[in-house]
């Protein structure tokens, strides 16, 4: 009796640590950011308590993150089996940069800062099984596969910012979120903390800006496009005291990160306004704004608004040690300053020929300030309007024309540009994603991004310091959702900004991230899954048209239906791409031997009369949104309804644009219709007028149309044209732009972007 009950006890734990040693097998080698050179050798280290620690103290910071973490896991050291050695090395030229070797006796890492050890580590810590990291974890001894690693970033700015104003965070998820930037050797934090809805830094001189600037009555309910807006009657807001962002900055520099605090101005300065009447140009009341965009209420160009500044950037600047103070600079509407006596004042005072320059004279203002305390100001790129102040630093967020501008003319940058950077836009096409801001922004994109524009040469190349994922926080409420947003995104900008680009390649990226998932998982982040979604072409080729379908992931089966069912583990298999000459509905999605992985995806394919014809148009679609081209206009397949960034729509930036459809045999036609984004916040105008021409068939004949487009201000808006059944050989569509945005809208006085869809004829 006894006997057997011990022999079960046995038999219990040896099962127990097997499958425990199953669960922790050596680590496959799948970095990310992907190192430089990686060179996999033979053997496994064995981590332990007997893994003896040696260290150079130049290297102490890192070595002091690597015992917060290894100390709790096998408890204190006991005996010396092996080694794992921190060595100051001077010939690793680069601050960052870090060499790893790991063989059976001894881990080496080599750097010639703590920084450069911190990122072996990250790497070293990548090479352990997620669990590593987890509270509470718990272990005998951890092996670790025998590699060579030499590796250091490509650019020295490596980025992510948090917008605190629309929705704040908790200080322990700052940190979570400063964390997981320095896991993917990301070392800038820019720290969005004021806006017109909400000042987030506590000012001990100006109490009302904790009391009244930090709160708003009341927030939007659905999106801003949603008409009429409803609020949902509940006061929101706070600042983080000093002494928290205190906590905040120190727990940064444990993690190698620099904290970038960005205090705005001119505009978006509604929220100070609100408590201090008197800094605005009217010096009427206004509330903390309850609801998102650009509004007029920005500072005064008075002597009392550069004192008040002074005095606020006097309190951040001792409570952030960075080189770098972001001053906003962006969506500043100059409709109060055009009345305001003071600023009419200021303008002929200081011989500013408008109310750009003086813009212009406001950040320099400001720049000299911060200068004489030995810091140094970034702004968005609207700082370039009337003139860049002297030291400046741009932050390129509206294209990349900024940063072209600021880099030729010898000033730094930072590209952040919408098209690829915008964390807050969507991230995939299927349409019960939450509610986003609008855009869309694919992992596929972000990893594609190259932060150095074309535009320069090598020499002035040197001026791009690296770029950044940004993270607006308008429709992020929660946590979770903002950790939705950012990850993976952020995964892939980290490769964008370290990893050289004979290291990146999409599709090994996403291998990597299917395995760093349960790392993702293990740090409890809400990171979005999108892996399983299908990558989709239509193709015509001599008249004929078929259809792909792609995974990107190694390992799966795609399965699908033409007859509108559900996909199951019955469908048929896709091998090879489908021939199509009729509408269809096709419906897939991936699955492993056991179910199905990823959401089914839908599309209808509408093989209207144009489809697999010739098309042209006069002007290269906007290469951040050249969707799959002109021919994407004709391919049966219609845009998302609210993302205009997907691969269906093409974007045109201020341009009229000629389109031209050639039938090999003349079709029969009685209708075309297409239809245009309207995205205003996003600065994207439907046109007012298009124009048809049509070549026909008898007699060569051309007849022209010029239509009017009904706009409702609608996300969307379709144009129908009719017409009595006609043989064309060639139809000709004049899209006009709309022309420059006006006052009082969010990108005013710039040009308006065209966005079109499938042209569908029939
Ligand atoms: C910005 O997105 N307004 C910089
Ligand atoms: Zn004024």
Same mark, same amino acid.
């Given at each position: 009796?006894?006997?057997?009950?011990?022999?079960?006890?046995?038999?219990?734990?040896?099962?127990?640590?097997?499958?425990?040693?199953?669960?922790?097998?050596?680590?496959?080698?799948?970095?990310?950011?992907?190192?430089?050179?990686?060179?996999?050798?033979?053997?496994?280290?064995?981590? /332990?308590?007997?893994?003896?620690?040696?260290?150079?103290?130049?290297?102490?910071?890192?070595?002091?993150?690597?015992?917060?973490?290894?100390?709790?896991?096998?408890?204190?050291?006991?005996?010396?089996?092996?080694?794992?050695?921190?060595?100051?090395?001077?010939?690793?030229?680069?601050?960052?940069?870090?060499?790893?070797?790991?063989?059976?006796?001894?881990?080496?890492?080599?750097?010639?800062?703590?920084? %450069?050890?911190?990122?072996?580590?990250?790497?070293?810590?990548?090479?352990?099984?997620?669990?590593?990291?987890?509270?509470?974890?718990?272990?005998?001894?951890?092996?670790?596969?025998?590699?060579?690693?030499?590796?250091?970033?490509?650019?020295?700015?490596?980025g992510m910012h948090l917008d605190v104003s629309r929705h704040m965070f908790s200080v322990d998820f700052i940190?979570?979120?400063?964390?997981?930037?320095?896991?993917?050797?990301?070392?800038?934090?820019?720290?969005?903390?004021?806006?017109?809805?909400?000042?987030?830094?506590?000012?001990?001189?100006?109490?009302?800006?904790?009391?009244?600037?930090?709160?708003?009555?009341?927030?939007?309910? !659905?999106?801003? /496009?949603?008409?009429?807006?409803?609020?949902?009657?509940?006061?929101? %807001?706070?600042?983080?005291?000093?002494?928290?962002?205190?906590?905040? $900055?120190?727990?940064? @520099?444990?993690?190698?990160?620099?904290?970038?605090? @960005?205090?705005?101005?001119?505009?978006?300065?509604?929220?100070?306004?609100a408590a201090y009447p008197e800094l605005g140009c009217s010096g009427e009341q206004v509330d903390v704004a309850?609801?998102? %965009?650009?509004?007029?209420?920005?500072?005064?160009?008075?002597?009392?608004? #550069?004192?008040?500044?002074?005095?606020?950037?006097?309190?951040?600047?001792?409570? #952030?040690?960075?080189?770098? =103070?972001?001053?906003?600079?962006?969506?500043?509407?100059?409709?109060?300053?055009?009345?305001?006596?003071?600023?009419?004042?200021?303008?002929?005072?200081?011989?500013?020929?408008?109310?750009?320059?003086?813009?212009?004279?406001?950040?320099?203002?400001?720049?000299?300030?911060?200068?004489?305390?030995?810091?140094?100001?970034? %702004?968005?790129?609207?700082?370039?309007?009337?003139?860049?102040?002297?030291?400046?630093?741009?932050? /390129?967020?509206?294209?990349?024309?900024?940063?072209?501008?600021?880099?030729?003319?010898?000033?730094?940058?930072?590209?952040?540009?919408?098209?690829?950077?915008?964390?807050?836009?969507?991230?995939?096409?299927?349409?019960?994603?939450?509610?986003?801001?609008?855009?869309?922004?694919?992992?596929?994109?972000?990893?594609?991004?190259?932060?150095?524009?074309?535009?320069?040469?090598? @020499?002035?190349?040197?001026?791009?310091?690296?770029?950044?994922?940004?993270?607006?926080?308008?429709?992020?409420?929660?946590?979770?959702?903002?950790?939705?947003?950012?990850?993976?995104?952020?995964?892939?900008?980290?490769?964008?900004?370290?990893?050289?680009?004979?290291?990146?390649?999409?599709? !090994?990226?996403?291998?990597?991230?299917?395995?760093?998932?349960?790392?993702?998982?293990?740090?409890?982040?809400?990171?979005?899954?999108?892996?399983?979604? =299908?990558?989709?072409?239509?193709?015509?080729?001599?008249?004929?048209?078929?259809?792909?379908?792609?995974?990107?992931?190694?390992?799966?089966?795609?399965?699908?239906?033409?007859?509108?069912?559900?996909?199951?583990?019955?469908?048929?298999?896709?091998?090879?791409? +489908?021939?199509? /000459?009729?509408?269809?509905?096709?419906?897939?999605?991936?699955?492993?031997?056991?179910?199905?992985?990823?959401?089914?995806? $839908?599309?209808?394919?509408?093989?209207?009369?144009?489809?697999?014809?010739? =098309?042209?148009?006069?002007?290269?679609?906007?290469?951040?949104?050249? !969707?799959?081209?002109?021919?994407?206009? +004709?391919?049966?397949?219609?845009?998302?309804?609210?993302?205009?960034?997907?691969?269906?729509?093409?974007?045109?930036?201020?341009?009229?644009?000629?389109?031209?459809?050639?039938?090999?045999?003349?079709?029969?036609?009685?209708?075309?219709?297409?239809?245009?984004?309207?995205?205003?916040?996003?600065?994207?105008?439907?046109?007012?007028?298009?124009?048809?021409?049509?070549?026909?068939?008898?007699?060569?004949?051309?007849?022209?149309?010029?239509?009017?487009?009904?706009?409702?201000?609608?996300?969307?808006?379709?144009?129908?044209?009719?017409?009595?059944?006609?043989?064309?050989?060639?139809?000709?569509?004049?899209?006009?732009?709309y022309g420059t945005i006006p006052d009082g809208k969010q990108g005013a006085g710039n040009k308006a972007w065209?966005? +079109?869809?499938?042209?569908?004829?029939?």
């Amino acid at each position: 009796m006894h006997f057997k009950k011990n022999v079960l006890i046995l038999f219990l734990l040896i099962t127990f640590f097997s499958c425990k040693k199953e669960e922790l097998q050596v680590v496959n080698p799948q970095i990310i950011p992907a190192p430089q050179n990686q060179e996999i050798t033979e053997g496994e280290f064995l981590l /332990s308590s007997g893994t003896e620690l040696i260290y150079d103290v130049e290297l102490k910071s890192a070595v002091d993150f690597w015992k917060s973490i290894v100390t709790p896991v096998f408890g204190q050291n006991t005996r010396k089996s092996n080694k794992i050695r921190f060595v100051y090395d001077k010939s690793i030229e680069n601050s960052e940069g870090y060499a790893l070797s790991i063989s059976p006796e001894i881990i080496k890492i080599n750097a010639n800062s703590s920084k %450069g050890a911190f990122y072996g580590l990250q790497t070293l810590i990548q090479l352990l099984p997620p669990e590593f990291v987890q509270k509470d974890f718990k272990s005998e001894g951890l092996k670790i596969r025998c590699q060579n690693i030499k590796d250091k970033p490509q650019f020295a700015y490596r980025g992510m910012h948090l917008d605190v104003s629309r929705h704040m965070f908790s200080v322990d998820f700052i940190k979570k979120y400063i964390d997981a930037m320095a896991m993917l050797k990301m070392n800038t934090f820019h720290w969005h903390l004021t806006d017109d809805q909400g000042w987030r830094v506590e000012i001990k001189k100006y109490p009302e800006l904790n009391t009244i600037s930090a709160f708003r009555n009341e927030t939007l309910i !659905g999106h801003y /496009s949603d008409q009429p807006h409803q609020f949902d009657g509940k006061k929101y %807001g706070g600042v983080y005291t000093q002494a928290e962002i205190k906590e905040v $900055v120190t727990f940064a @520099e444990s993690r190698m990160i620099t904290v970038i605090p @960005e205090i705005e101005m001119p505009g978006h300065s509604q929220a100070v306004i609100a408590a201090y009447p008197e800094l605005g140009c009217s010096g009427e009341q206004v509330d903390v704004a309850t609801k998102w %965009g650009v509004f007029e209420d920005i500072y005064c160009t008075k002597d009392e608004t #550069f004192d008040f500044l002074e005095d606020v950037l006097d309190e951040v600047l001792e409570l #952030f040690p960075s080189q770098y =103070i972001h001053i906003g600079g962006d969506e500043a509407p100059k409709t109060r300053w055009k009345t305001c006596k003071d600023c009419q004042v200021r303008i002929n005072a200081e011989g500013l020929k408008n109310e750009h320059e003086l813009q212009n004279y406001f950040i320099t203002r400001m720049e000299k300030y911060l200068n004489s305390k030995g810091r140094q100001i970034i %702004g968005w790129d609207e700082i370039l309007e009337g003139g860049l102040a002297p030291n400046a630093t741009v932050m /390129s967020w509206r294209g990349t024309n900024g940063a072209v501008e600021a880099a030729k003319s010898g000033h730094y940058v930072v590209m952040t540009p919408t098209s690829h950077c915008y964390f807050d836009y969507y991230q995939s096409d299927n349409e019960d994603e939450p509610t986003a801001i609008g855009g869309y922004l694919p992992l596929e994109k972000v990893y594609g991004f190259n932060p150095i524009p074309e535009e320069l040469n090598a @020499e002035e190349a040197k001026y791009v310091m690296g770029a950044q994922g940004n993270v607006w926080t308008e429709y992020m409420p929660t946590e979770d959702h903002v950790e939705y947003m950012a990850f993976p995104r952020m995964l892939a900008m980290s490769e964008v900004v370290w990893s050289t680009s004979e290291n990146k390649n999409y599709k !090994g990226f996403v291998s990597r991230l299917e395995n760093f998932h349960k790392r993702l998982g293990v740090l409890d982040i809400n990171y979005a899954n999108h892996l399983y979604e =299908i990558n989709d072409e239509m193709i015509s080729e001599d008249g004929e048209s078929f259809y792909k379908l792609e995974t990107l992931t190694e390992g799966k089966d795609i399965r699908y239906t033409l007859d509108g069912n559900e996909p199951t583990l019955n469908s048929e298999i896709y091998t090879s791409q +489908i021939p199509v /000459s009729e509408s269809v509905e096709l419906k897939a999605a991936v699955f492993n031997v056991e179910e199905q992985l990823g959401k089914t995806f $839908v599309q209808n394919i509408n093989y209207h009369k144009a489809v697999a014809a010739k =098309i042209t148009i006069d002007k290269t679609p906007h290469k951040a949104y050249s !969707g799959s081209g002109a021919e994407g206009l +004709i391919n049966g397949i219609s845009g998302s309804d609210s993302r205009y960034g997907d691969k269906e729509w093409l974007g045109f930036w201020g341009e009229d644009i000629i389109i031209t459809i050639n039938f090999e045999t003349p079709k029969e036609v009685s209708s075309i219709s297409t239809r245009f984004h309207n995205g205003k916040g996003q600065w994207i105008y439907a046109p007012e007028q298009i124009g048809f021409s049509f070549k026909l068939k008898e007699d060569g004949r051309t007849i022209n149309d010029i239509n009017l487009i009904k706009n409702n201000n609608d996300l969307i808006v379709n144009h129908y044209y009719n017409m009595e059944a006609t043989f064309v050989s060639e139809i000709e569509i004049v899209v006009k732009n709309y022309g420059t945005i006006p006052d009082g809208k969010q990108g005013a006085g710039n040009k308006a972007w065209t966005f +079109i869809d499938e042209i569908i004829i029939n």
